[in-house]
């Protein structure tokens, strides 16, 4: 029986998020791992996780990413011992930074070749770090560079922050404009006055700004 247990296959838990990589991903690790589809919503996810206490969680980050970082927390509460891998397009060092401080191990494109991805699964596996090389030097350098003591920028209004929150979280400016009730033309006004302001070109910019100053 102790045997058998050890030959057992370490378990992976592919997010739902990623579920169209799902059989390719069972292609690329199934012969080492097994490979365990999550099922919809983050309360199954983390029912699952907490359940099995799989050695490691590949999770992607939507356009909605600071929801997507919040829920690394998450899993690090629902398992401790399980290592946390984001497969991602967004190419950006500071959110990579953000994701390894809130629990991440590893951190991979959508676009990395099948063999990187086995690079950084087996780094994690093994509780190393691992950053495509893509994005290394720079997203050390975000996690070397102190983040905010505030929780605020203070160049913004709490009602310039409130908007920023709303819009870093996903919601269109109508749901934003719902949330905080104010018109959706007075949100448009708010976020490109922030943006002129802040010399932001693009809502992308506007989330990173959003999850390096800790507004979410």
Not at 26 to 55: C, F, K, N, T, W
Not at 72 to 98: F, G, H, K, N, Y
Not at 194 to 199: F, G, S, T, V, Y
């Amino acid at each position: 029986m102790e045997r058998l247990a050890t030959m057992a296959k370490p378990r992976i838990v592919v997010g739902d998020e990623l579920r169209i990589f799902t059989d390719g991903l069972v292609r690329v690790l199934g012969g080492e791992y097994e490979v365990i589809g999550a099922p919809d919503g983050v309360q199954p996810l983390m029912a699952l996780v907490s359940r099995i206490r799989p050695e490691l969680v590949i999770k992607g980050l939507s356009a909605n990413t600071p929801h997507g970082l919040g829920i690394l927390r998450e899993l690090r509460l629902a398992s401790r011992e399980t290592r946390i891998l984001i497969v991602t397009q967004w190419e950006d060092p500071s959110i990579a930074a953000e994701a390894f401080r809130c629990g991440a191990s590893a951190y991979v494109l959508q676009r990395c070749a099948p063999s990187e991805l086995l690079d950084a699964v087996r780094a994690a596996l093994a509780h190393k770090w691992y950053v495509t090389p893509r994005l290394a030097s720079d997203a050390i350098q975000s996690l070397l560079t102190p983040t905010p003591a505030g929780n605020h920028p203070p160049t913004l209004t709490p009602r310039q922050r409130a908007v920023v929150k709303q819009l870093a979280d996903g919601k269109s400016m109508k749901e934003v404009a719902d949330a905080l009730e104010m018109t959706a033309r007075t949100v448009a006004f708010h976020k490109y006055r922030i943006m002129r302001r802040l010399n932001i070109r693009s809502t992308a910019e506007l989330v990173r700004f959003a999850v390096k100053t800790g507004i979410v």
